[in-house]
């Protein structure tokens, strides 16, 4: 099983600003499929990013995403008020697929 | 559009079992994979496993086989969820999850293993 360990914890920031969060995995992930969520209290998780780099259909070009391998990362350019949430990676190159334990982004 | 729609909060005792429902709209329900996804209070996303609903395949992850059953009804466009012998560590949002995925340009395709439309999830709470 591969493991997804997310980083930080804890992000405290300001509505504009830019901010990197990172998804290391325990192996390889087999052909980068690897996703990110984004997740509000209350709701489902939402799809961001797909294949490592692929932003879903009607995210905001404000997000995306990076990495290959064992090393991934998710980036937000400019943080908008709705962004502030919890982030997970997933992977989906082989099974069990696994879930980070996510990064929460809070207003600073 | 695609609409996932999960039954509603349980609460049972340890030991007994639960039965999640799943109805899909707005795509063909037998051509993508539906995933069973759990989410502890406060705490991260746990794969329970997938069902085929065409053929009614399964999948589990290896923590749940014995205690979990995934089903389907075709007649209906529902997935079933089945936990048994539940614990209070089983008390979690329990979401389903299709591959059904829609691209801006027009497209649709089978995601293999994320998820773009996911049910509104359903709360099952285990205490005595």
């Known amino acids: 099983e591969i493991v997804l360990t997310q980083s930080p914890g804890t992000l405290s920031l300001s509505p504009g600003e830019r901010t990197t969060l990172y998804c290391r995995a325990s192996?390889?992930?087999?052909?980068?499929?690897l996703t990110w969520y984004q997740q509000k209290p209350g709701q489902a998780p939402r799809l961001l990013i797909y294949?490592?780099?692929s932003r879903a259909t009607g995210i905001p070009d404000r997000f995306s995403g990076s990495g290959s391998g064992t090393d991934f990362s998710l980036t937000i350019s400019r943080l908008e008020p709705e962004d502030f949430a919890v982030y997970y990676c997933?992977?989906?190159?082989?099974?069990?697929?696994?879930f980070g334990g996510g990064t929460k982004v809070e207003i600073k | 559009q695609v609409q996932l729609v999960q039954s509603g909060a349980e609460v049972k005792k340890p030991g007994a079992s639960v039965k999640v429902s799943c109805k899909a709209s707005?795509?063909?329900?037998?051509?993508?994979?539906i995933h069973w996804v759990r989410q502890a209070p406060g705490q991260g996303l746990e794969w329970m496993g997938r069902?085929?609903?065409?053929?009614?395949?399964?999948i589990y992850a290896q923590k749940f086989q014995g205690r979990v059953t995934m089903t389907r009804d075709t007649s209906v466009s529902t997935a079933y969820l089945e936990l048994r012998r539940l614990r209070s560590d089983d008390t979690a949002v329990y979401y389903c999850?299709?591959?059904?995925?829609?691209?801006?340009?027009?497209?649709?395709?089978?995601?293999?293993?994320?998820?773009?439309?996911w049910g509104q999830g359903a709360l099952v709470t285990v205490s005595s």
């Open positions: 707005g795509y063909t329900f037998t051509n993508y994979y």
């Open positions: 069902i085929n609903p065409n053929r009614g395949d399964t």
């Open positions: 294949g490592a780099s």
């Open positions: 192996q390889s992930v087999s052909s980068n499929y």
């Open positions: 999850a299709t591959e059904y995925y829609y691209d801006s340009r027009g497209y649709y395709f089978a995601a293999q293993g994320f998820f773009q439309h």
């Open positions: 997933q992977q989906y190159g082989s099974s069990p697929l696994t």
